[in-house]
């Protein structure tokens, strides 16, 4: 502060990363699915002294697997060598002017600058015909982003006896570009580390760059209004413009508008003010519009030229020539996505607010929801395009309560819990055909169609285990009345042709004698039913202890690792879980897990591979200290606290898989799991 009037500011912070990625949520190219579909016994790495059939010596290098088709984990990350070198500086500057009583102008000038390298270097390894690179291959990128913005509000206060008013108006204007540039070649001679650049090799180069800039302006103002500091009023609106957007569709206007009754504060409350200190109600509705997840020209037709995709066989002798075509949709009339949302709710504090909480109905709805949509085959596109194509509606209740305490003036305690419920439905669709998404093994896992929660889980509904001969004969297709309809030879038609005993049955839900796409029905949901939370907290003596829980309950996950697992590339192919121990033999009739040479179908996407994904996990716990004043005195330090922290320190779940939080979409495909991370740490203040 400078002085009573004048107020100036600033904040910055300076990140450095440098990190190693792995390949991980690929159904053939991840770290655990090789690591899983390996057999056990097959060494890490192969014995010294080996030598492959042609000859090449591999002693000491990573093994190739006995039985799969899939390279050693190992030789992913020991002939792989990547950095990401990652710096972001973000920090802003303000001032504040007071020129009277009740007026507050501040201006606040932002930058989010960030700096990127990465560089991969790829050895020429041979392990086994499947996991091997003929020749070494380096690529390198460099990117830079910047963010600039500048937000003016103009704030005036007035009390006039029991009214209070605030009036705010403001602006805010933000642009961010960014430019990437990247190569890559090959067949570097001498493959040291000081020669891991793209200059160096021997092969083609490549480069290729890219640029992109987007700019938002908005304009806002809302009004406060109290009467004696019992009812409340709160009235905003705003104006939005993106460049995301074609010029018919450059702004969205978004209200909202809220109010409050503090009902403790009423003459007549004061019978039970000793049981409720605080009581208010409250009720809003507002609108805010999305525009985060496009990038800056969708709305303009894009040519891509050259040989891939576009060439073009021509002349004598024919020859490739180079072509030019649109390779995705413009999407001209896209606008912004808003969300409305109406909400109701409840404070309440008790027992000399020692017990505090919240009660709250939401009604969320999202129209002209921006969705990238996949085009018919015969439009000629190889891109998806962005396009408003739906409406959203999510609602529920929030619950919400703390109890704080003290037992002495060393010794507080705390403790609280939340509890949400959320009921998700895709109520309108812009297309005539449902969206599809998270494809696994050429099967789609996901169907966002209209009536249901959006990106739900579609596939088959098995019906057990076929486990006697009478059951396979009895699979077939028939009449209303139950009778066997026969083919032009008078034999009987397999619902699924060359099912046997021991082979999954699958339900015909339309009744037509035959399982196909027809047949797929919503398995159920990666939404959760309800979110939940609680914590803990003890103070004393200057030791601090306190855990996080949280958890969701109602929600499926597509375990992908599980068909991988119980054969579903076939008899030894790749390693199986002990699962198949229980497999169905004819002399263990199992009714969940379907013969181990079974037919393919076994292994269609169906509710066989959905799991119960709620789980409960104690997400972070800490203990820590305060050093006394007294000790810190003389080192002139304020404060300083020694702390040691956890995260995901213990899970209860029924799911199967490695996390039931590390999923996308849903879906499991050996995603690599949320680490263990233990935490020690020093806070000073000078």
């Given at each position: 502060?400078?002085?009573?009037?004048?107020?100036?500011?600033?904040?910055?912070?300076?990140?450095?990363?440098?990190?190693?990625?792995?390949?991980?949520?690929?159904?053939?190219?991840?770290?655990?699915?090789?690591?899983?579909?390996?057999?056990?016994?097959?060494?890490?790495?192969?014995?010294s002294?080996?030598?492959?059939?042609?000859?090449?010596?591999?002693?000491?290098?990573p093994?190739?697997s006995?039985i799969?088709?899939?390279?050693?984990?190992?030789?992913?990350?020991?002939?792989?060598?990547?950095?990401?070198?990652?710096?972001?500086?973000?920090?802003?500057?303000?001032?504040?002017l007071?020129?009277?009583?009740?007026?507050?102008?501040?201006?606040?000038?932002?930058?989010?600058?960030?700096?990127?390298?990465?560089?991969?270097?790829?050895?020429?390894?041979?392990?086994?015909?499947?996991?091997?690179?003929?020749?070494?291959?380096?690529?390198?990128?460099?990117?830079?982003?910047?963010t600039?913005?500048?937000?003016?509000?103009?704030?005036?206060?007035?009390?006039?006896?029991?009214?209070?008013?605030?009036?705010?108006?403001?602006?805010?204007?933000?642009?961010?570009?960014?430019?990437?540039?990247?190569?890559?070649?090959?067949?570097?001679?001498?493959?040291?580390?000081?020669?891991w650049?793209?200059?160096?090799?021997?092969?083609?180069?490549?480069?290729?760059?890219?640029?992109?800039?987007?700019?938002?302006?908005?304009?806002?103002?809302?009004?406060?209004?109290?009467?004696?500091?019992?009812?409340?009023?709160?009235?905003s609106?705003?104006?939005?413009?993106?460049?995301?957007?074609?010029?018919?569709?450059?702004?969205?206007?978004?209200?909202?508008?809220?109010?409050?009754?503090?009902?403790?504060?009423?003459?007549?409350?004061?019978?039970?003010?000793?049981?409720?200190?605080?009581?208010?109600?409250?009720?809003?509705?507002?609108?805010?519009?999305?525009?985060?997840?496009?990038?800056?020209?969708?709305?303009?037709?894009?040519?891509?030229?050259?040989?891939?995709?576009v060439?073009?066989?021509?002349?004598?002798?024919?020859?490739?020539?180079?072509?030019?075509?649109?390779?995705?949709?413009?999407?001209?009339?896209?606008?912004?996505?808003?969300?409305?949302?109406?909400?109701?709710?409840?404070?309440?504090?008790?027992?000399?607010?020692?017990?505090?909480?919240?009660?709250?109905?939401?009604?969320?709805?999202?129209?002209?929801?921006?969705?990238?949509?996949?085009?018919?085959?015969?439009?000629?596109?190889?891109?998806?395009?962005?396009?408003?194509?739906?409406?959203?509606?999510?609602?529920?209740l929030?619950?919400?309560a703390?109890?704080?305490?003290?037992?002495?003036?060393?010794?507080?305690?705390?403790?609280?819990?939340?509890?949400?419920?959320?009921?998700?439905?895709?109520?309108?669709?812009?297309?005539?055909?449902?969206?599809?998404?998270?494809?696994?093994?050429?099967?789609?896992?996901?169907?966002?169609?209209?009536?249901?929660?959006?990106?739900?889980?579609?596939?088959?509904?098995?019906?057990?285990?076929?486990?006697?001969?009478?059951?396979?004969?009895?699979?077939?297709?028939?009449?209303?009345?139950?009778?066997?309809?026969?083919?032009?030879?008078?034999?009987?038609?397999?619902?699924?042709?060359?099912?046997?005993?021991?082979?999954?049955?699958?339900?015909?839900?339309?009744?037509?004698?035959?399982?196909?796409?027809?047949?797929?029905?919503?398995?159920?949901?990666s939404?959760?039913?309800?979110?939940?939370?609680?914590?803990?907290?003890?103070?004393?003596?200057?030791?601090?202890?306190?855990?996080?829980?949280?958890?969701?309950?109602?929600?499926?996950?597509?375990?992908?690792?599980?068909?991988?697992?119980?054969?579903?590339?076939?008899?030894?192919?790749?390693?199986?879980?002990?699962?198949?121990?229980?497999?169905?033999?004819p002399?263990?009739?199992?009714?969940?897990?379907?013969?181990?040479?079974?037919?393919?179908?076994?292994?269609?996407?169906?509710?066989?591979?959905?799991?119960?994904?709620?789980?409960?996990?104690?997400?972070?716990?800490?203990i820590?200290?305060?050093?006394?004043?007294?000790?810190?005195?003389?080192?002139?330090?304020?404060?300083?606290?020694?702390?040691?922290?956890?995260?995901?320190?213990?899970?209860?779940?029924?799911?199967?898989?490695?996390?039931?939080?590390?999923?996308?979409?849903?879906?499991?495909?050996?995603?690599?799991?949320?680490?263990?991370?233990?935490?020690?740490?020093?806070?000073?203040?000078?």
């Amino acid at each position: 502060m400078v002085n009573d009037w004048l107020k100036v500011g600033e904040n910055m912070s300076l990140m450095s990363s440098d990190n190693r990625n792995a390949p991980n949520n690929n159904d053939n190219y991840s770290l655990l699915n090789s690591a899983i579909r390996l057999a056990p016994w097959d060494p890490t790495r192969f014995p010294s002294g080996s030598t492959l059939t042609s000859g090449v010596p591999v002693g000491g290098q990573p093994s190739a697997s006995s039985i799969a088709n899939y390279p050693n984990p190992l030789s992913m990350i020991q002939y792989d060598h990547p950095s990401n070198l990652y710096d972001r500086l973000v920090g802003d500057a303000y001032i504040e002017l007071r020129p009277f009583k009740g007026l507050v102008y501040k201006a606040d000038f932002g930058m989010d600058i960030s700096y990127g390298r990465a560089r991969e270097f790829k050895d020429q390894y041979t392990v086994a015909p499947y996991d091997m690179l003929a020749n070494n291959f380096v690529t390198s990128s460099m990117s830079r982003g910047e963010t600039w913005s500048i937000e003016q509000t103009l704030t005036y206060d007035k009390t006039l006896g029991k009214h209070k008013f605030t009036a705010m108006v403001g602006t805010s204007v933000s642009q961010s570009t960014s430019y990437s540039l990247g190569g890559s070649n090959t067949g570097i001679a001498n493959p040291i580390p000081e020669n891991w650049y793209i200059s160096m090799g021997t092969g083609t180069t490549t480069v290729s760059d890219g640029v992109s800039r987007t700019e938002l302006a908005s304009f806002l103002g809302r009004i406060n209004y109290s009467y004696n500091n019992r009812y409340l009023f709160t009235a905003s609106m705003r104006a939005d413009g993106s460049s995301v957007f074609p010029q018919q569709n450059l702004w969205g206007y978004f209200p909202s508008f809220s109010a409050g009754w503090k009902i403790s504060e009423e003459e007549f409350f004061a019978p039970v003010r000793s049981v409720f200190e605080t009581l208010k109600v409250r009720a809003g509705w507002g609108q805010i519009g999305n525009q985060n997840s496009i990038p800056g020209n969708t709305y303009m037709e894009k040519l891509q030229s050259g040989i891939q995709f576009v060439s073009y066989v021509l002349g004598n002798p024919q020859s490739l020539a180079n072509g030019a075509t649109m390779m995705s949709l413009p999407s001209k009339y896209l606008k912004w996505e808003t969300t409305e949302q109406t909400d109701f709710g409840l404070d309440f504090g008790m027992m000399n607010n020692r017990l505090t909480g919240s009660v709250d109905y939401y009604d969320k709805y999202t129209k002209d929801m921006i969705l990238y949509v996949v085009l018919p085959a015969h439009i000629g596109m190889l891109f998806q395009s962005p396009n408003n194509v739906g409406e959203v509606r999510n609602n529920g209740l929030e619950l919400q309560a703390t109890w704080k305490d003290k037992i002495s003036k060393r010794v507080g305690y705390s403790f609280g819990g939340n509890l949400a419920t959320v009921n998700n439905k895709f109520t309108k669709m812009g297309t005539s055909a449902p969206i599809y998404g998270e494809y696994f093994k050429g099967e789609s896992l996901i169907e966002s169609l209209q009536g249901i929660p959006l990106y739900s889980f579609y596939g088959y509904t098995s019906q057990g285990i076929f486990q006697t001969q009478a059951q396979v004969d009895d699979y077939i297709k028939k009449d209303a009345n139950g009778n066997a309809i026969l083919d032009a030879t008078g034999k009987t038609q397999p619902i699924i042709p060359g099912v046997q005993v021991g082979d999954v049955k699958y339900e015909d839900v339309n009744g037509d004698g035959q399982i196909t796409n027809l047949d797929k029905k919503i398995e159920g949901s990666s939404f959760p039913t309800f979110t939940y939370g609680f914590n803990a907290s003890l103070d004393f003596g200057g030791f601090d202890i306190s855990v996080f829980f949280q958890g969701v309950a109602g929600n499926k996950i597509y375990n992908a690792n599980r068909m991988l697992l119980e054969g579903g590339e076939g008899a030894m192919v790749t390693n199986l879980g002990t699962e198949m121990l229980q497999s169905w033999t004819p002399t263990n009739h199992s009714n969940t897990i379907p013969r181990a040479y079974g037919r393919a179908s076994n292994y269609w996407a169906s509710d066989r591979f959905l799991e119960d994904g709620s789980y409960l996990r104690l997400k972070n716990a800490q203990i820590g200290y305060n050093l006394p004043k007294k000790l810190l005195a003389p080192a002139k330090i304020e404060s300083c606290r020694v702390y040691i922290s956890g995260s995901n320190l213990l899970t209860f779940t029924k799911y199967t898989g490695y996390d039931p939080e590390a999923s996308f979409s849903g879906v499991d495909r050996g995603n690599y799991p949320q680490a263990v991370t233990i935490l020690f740490g020093v806070k000073m203040d000078l």
